[in-house]
Protein backbone atom coordinates (compact mmCIF):
# COMPACT_ATOMS: atom_id res chain seq x y z
CA UNK A 1 0.00 0.00 0.00
CA UNK A 2 0.77 3.90 -0.43
CA UNK A 3 3.17 5.23 2.19
CA UNK A 4 3.08 8.74 3.88
CA UNK A 5 2.97 11.39 1.00
CA UNK A 6 4.41 14.84 1.03
CA UNK A 7 4.36 17.73 -1.52
CA UNK A 8 5.92 19.56 -2.67
CA UNK A 9 8.94 17.57 -2.12
CA UNK A 10 11.49 21.21 -2.70
CA UNK A 11 9.66 24.10 -1.88
CA UNK A 12 11.59 27.68 -2.48
CA UNK A 13 10.61 30.97 -0.75
CA UNK A 14 11.18 34.49 -0.82
CA UNK A 15 11.69 35.94 2.49
CA UNK A 16 8.07 37.29 3.54
CA UNK A 17 6.36 34.82 1.17
CA UNK A 18 3.44 32.31 2.85
CA UNK A 19 4.06 28.68 2.11
CA UNK A 20 1.96 25.61 2.18
CA UNK A 21 2.94 22.34 2.54
CA UNK A 22 0.80 18.96 2.27
CA UNK A 23 1.10 15.31 3.95
CA UNK A 24 -1.08 12.35 2.60
CA UNK A 25 -0.60 10.23 5.74
CA UNK A 26 -1.64 6.14 5.28
CA UNK A 27 -5.41 5.95 4.78
CA UNK A 28 -6.97 5.45 7.88
CA UNK A 29 -4.37 6.45 10.46
CA UNK A 30 -5.80 8.52 13.43
CA UNK A 31 -2.33 10.00 14.61
CA UNK A 32 -0.44 12.76 12.38
CA UNK A 33 2.65 14.33 13.45
CA UNK A 34 4.80 17.15 11.74
CA UNK A 35 8.40 17.04 12.96
CA UNK A 36 10.89 20.35 11.53
CA UNK A 37 14.41 18.64 10.52
CA UNK A 38 17.59 21.29 10.38
CA UNK A 39 20.53 20.41 8.32
CA UNK A 40 22.60 17.39 10.75
CA UNK A 41 19.99 17.15 13.33
CA UNK A 42 17.27 15.11 14.62
CA UNK A 43 13.16 15.95 13.70
CA UNK A 44 12.09 18.09 15.97
CA UNK A 45 8.20 17.52 17.10
CA UNK A 46 6.08 20.41 16.31
CA UNK A 47 2.18 19.53 16.28
CA UNK A 48 0.14 16.08 16.91
CA UNK A 49 -3.25 15.62 15.22
CA UNK A 50 -5.61 12.43 16.60
CA UNK A 51 -8.20 12.38 13.69
CA UNK A 52 -9.51 16.06 13.04
CA UNK A 53 -8.24 17.49 16.49
CA UNK A 54 -5.06 19.25 16.88
CA UNK A 55 -4.38 17.88 20.75
CA UNK A 56 -0.20 19.36 20.87
CA UNK A 57 0.93 22.31 19.23
CA UNK A 58 3.87 23.25 21.78
CA UNK A 59 6.70 22.69 19.44
CA UNK A 60 5.04 25.80 16.65
CA UNK A 61 7.82 27.65 17.02
CA UNK A 62 5.75 30.88 16.85
CA UNK A 63 2.62 32.13 15.32
CA UNK A 64 3.39 32.23 12.31
CA UNK A 65 2.97 28.80 12.21
CA UNK A 66 -0.56 26.92 11.58
CA UNK A 67 -1.65 23.29 10.78
CA UNK A 68 -4.68 21.85 10.04
CA UNK A 69 -6.50 18.64 9.32
CA UNK A 70 -10.12 19.00 8.95
CA UNK A 71 -11.34 16.48 8.16
CA UNK A 72 -9.18 13.43 9.86
CA UNK A 73 -6.73 12.81 6.95
CA UNK A 74 -4.69 15.36 5.08
CA UNK A 75 -2.77 17.83 6.71
CA UNK A 76 -1.52 20.95 5.42
CA UNK A 77 0.87 22.82 7.40
CA UNK A 78 1.18 26.89 6.81
CA UNK A 79 4.31 29.36 7.38
CA UNK A 80 3.51 32.89 7.09
CA UNK A 81 5.94 35.59 6.29
CA UNK A 82 8.78 33.05 6.15
CA UNK A 83 11.84 33.96 7.47
CA UNK A 84 15.35 32.35 6.65
CA UNK A 85 14.98 30.27 10.22
CA UNK A 86 12.77 28.50 8.89
CA UNK A 87 14.57 26.54 6.10
CA UNK A 88 14.35 23.43 6.96
CA UNK A 89 13.28 19.72 6.13
CA UNK A 90 9.43 19.84 7.01
CA UNK A 91 8.64 15.93 7.76
CA UNK A 92 5.30 14.42 8.68
CA UNK A 93 4.30 10.99 10.19
CA UNK A 94 1.15 9.12 10.85
CA UNK A 95 0.32 6.49 12.89
CA UNK A 96 -2.46 3.45 12.91
CA UNK A 97 -4.14 4.00 16.09
CA UNK A 98 -2.74 6.81 18.38
CA UNK A 99 -1.99 4.97 21.08
CA UNK A 100 1.02 5.14 22.95
CA UNK A 101 3.67 3.60 21.16
CA UNK A 102 2.11 3.50 18.13
CA UNK A 103 4.67 2.85 15.73
CA UNK A 104 5.40 6.38 13.36
CA UNK A 105 5.57 6.25 9.58
CA UNK A 106 7.43 8.99 7.81
CA UNK A 107 6.93 10.78 4.61
CA UNK A 108 9.86 11.87 2.60
CA UNK A 109 9.79 15.32 3.59
CA UNK A 110 9.46 18.93 2.11
CA UNK A 111 12.80 20.37 2.06
CA UNK A 112 11.92 24.52 2.45
CA UNK A 113 14.60 27.17 1.34
CA UNK A 114 14.25 30.76 2.30
CA UNK A 115 15.83 33.25 0.11
CA UNK B 1 17.01 20.89 30.22
CA UNK B 2 16.46 16.77 28.20
CA UNK B 3 19.07 16.18 26.67
CA UNK B 4 19.92 13.44 23.89
CA UNK B 5 23.45 12.73 22.96
CA UNK B 6 24.53 10.30 19.90
CA UNK B 7 28.17 10.55 18.55
CA UNK B 8 28.43 13.01 16.13
CA UNK B 9 31.20 11.66 14.68
CA UNK B 10 30.40 8.96 11.76
CA UNK B 11 30.99 5.73 12.34
CA UNK B 12 33.44 3.52 10.18
CA UNK B 13 33.59 0.16 10.17
CA UNK B 14 34.67 -3.04 7.82
CA UNK B 15 31.76 -5.24 6.12
CA UNK B 16 31.32 -8.51 8.55
CA UNK B 17 32.07 -6.62 11.71
CA UNK B 18 29.37 -4.96 14.73
CA UNK B 19 28.50 -1.52 14.64
CA UNK B 20 27.58 -0.48 18.09
CA UNK B 21 25.68 3.05 18.66
CA UNK B 22 25.12 4.93 21.30
CA UNK B 23 21.96 6.98 23.01
CA UNK B 24 22.60 8.56 26.21
CA UNK B 25 20.11 10.50 27.89
CA UNK B 26 20.08 13.42 30.36
CA UNK B 27 17.18 14.83 32.82
CA UNK B 28 14.27 12.24 31.18
CA UNK B 29 12.62 9.17 32.28
CA UNK B 30 11.34 7.86 28.96
CA UNK B 31 8.54 4.86 28.96
CA UNK B 32 10.28 3.73 25.97
CA UNK B 33 13.05 4.23 23.32
CA UNK B 34 12.76 3.56 19.73
CA UNK B 35 15.58 3.60 17.08
CA UNK B 36 15.05 4.85 13.16
CA UNK B 37 17.00 4.24 10.20
CA UNK B 38 17.20 7.77 8.40
CA UNK B 39 19.15 7.74 4.61
CA UNK B 40 19.89 10.94 2.60
CA UNK B 41 16.31 12.89 1.62
CA UNK B 42 14.18 9.92 3.24
CA UNK B 43 12.30 10.06 5.95
CA UNK B 44 12.91 8.07 8.65
CA UNK B 45 12.32 4.45 9.29
CA UNK B 46 10.94 2.68 12.22
CA UNK B 47 13.56 -0.44 13.55
CA UNK B 48 12.65 -1.34 16.71
CA UNK B 49 11.55 -0.28 20.29
CA UNK B 50 12.22 -0.97 23.85
CA UNK B 51 10.48 -0.44 26.92
CA UNK B 52 11.37 0.84 30.32
CA UNK B 53 10.93 -2.67 32.12
CA UNK B 54 13.22 -4.37 29.34
CA UNK B 55 16.59 -4.71 28.87
CA UNK B 56 17.01 -5.98 25.81
CA UNK B 57 15.39 -6.42 22.20
CA UNK B 58 16.79 -8.14 18.97
CA UNK B 59 15.51 -8.27 15.64
CA UNK B 60 17.34 -10.00 12.88
CA UNK B 61 20.81 -8.75 12.93
CA UNK B 62 19.81 -5.80 14.86
CA UNK B 63 19.84 -5.50 19.03
CA UNK B 64 19.08 -2.94 21.34
CA UNK B 65 19.70 -2.60 24.66
CA UNK B 66 18.41 -0.54 27.39
CA UNK B 67 19.33 0.58 31.12
CA UNK B 68 17.42 3.48 32.67
CA UNK B 69 20.07 3.79 35.51
CA UNK B 70 22.58 4.82 33.02
CA UNK B 71 20.32 6.26 30.98
CA UNK B 72 21.70 4.52 28.07
CA UNK B 73 20.47 2.50 25.06
CA UNK B 74 22.91 0.58 22.60
CA UNK B 75 22.04 -0.40 19.18
CA UNK B 76 23.84 -3.09 17.21
CA UNK B 77 24.30 -4.27 13.84
CA UNK B 78 25.97 -7.61 13.48
CA UNK B 79 27.17 -9.15 10.36
CA UNK B 80 27.77 -5.11 8.97
CA UNK B 81 26.83 -4.74 5.39
CA UNK B 82 27.55 -1.66 3.26
CA UNK B 83 23.75 -1.05 2.90
CA UNK B 84 23.45 -0.64 6.29
CA UNK B 85 25.52 2.35 5.89
CA UNK B 86 23.04 5.35 6.94
CA UNK B 87 21.80 7.64 9.96
CA UNK B 88 20.58 6.17 13.05
CA UNK B 89 18.27 8.10 15.32
CA UNK B 90 17.46 7.32 18.87
CA UNK B 91 14.33 8.59 19.89
CA UNK B 92 12.95 8.79 23.32
CA UNK B 93 9.39 8.77 23.76
CA UNK B 94 6.77 10.06 26.60
CA UNK B 95 2.97 8.68 26.55
CA UNK B 96 1.45 11.70 27.90
CA UNK B 97 -1.82 12.44 29.26
CA UNK B 98 -3.59 12.70 25.47
CA UNK B 99 -2.93 8.76 24.81
CA UNK B 100 -0.39 9.62 22.65
CA UNK B 101 3.47 9.15 22.26
CA UNK B 102 5.76 12.02 21.90
CA UNK B 103 9.30 11.43 20.26
CA UNK B 104 12.22 13.04 21.25
CA UNK B 105 15.11 12.64 18.82
CA UNK B 106 18.55 12.66 19.19
CA UNK B 107 20.48 13.99 16.54
CA UNK B 108 21.40 10.74 14.67
CA UNK B 109 24.86 8.73 14.06
CA UNK B 110 26.08 8.39 10.54
CA UNK B 111 27.30 5.03 9.99
CA UNK B 112 29.88 3.54 7.09
CA UNK B 113 30.25 0.17 6.61
CA UNK B 114 32.82 -0.41 4.17
CA UNK B 115 33.46 -3.33 1.55
Known amino acids: GAGVSQSPRYKVAKRGQDVALRCDPI?????LFWYQQALGQGPEFLTY????????KSGLPSDRFFAERPEGSVSTLKIQRTQQEDSAVYLC?????????????FGPGTRLTVL | SQKIEQNSEALNIQEGKTATLTCNYT??????LQWYRQDPGRGPVFLLL?????KEKRKERLKVTFDTTLKQSLFHITASQPADSATYLC??????????????FGAGTRLAVHP
Open chain 1, 93 to 105: ASGPTGSGTDTQY
Open chain 1, 27 to 31: SGHVS
Open chain 1, 49 to 56: FQNEAQLD
Open chain 2, 27 to 32: NYSPAY
Open chain 2, 50 to 54: IRENE
Open chain 2, 91 to 104: ALGALLSGGYNKLI
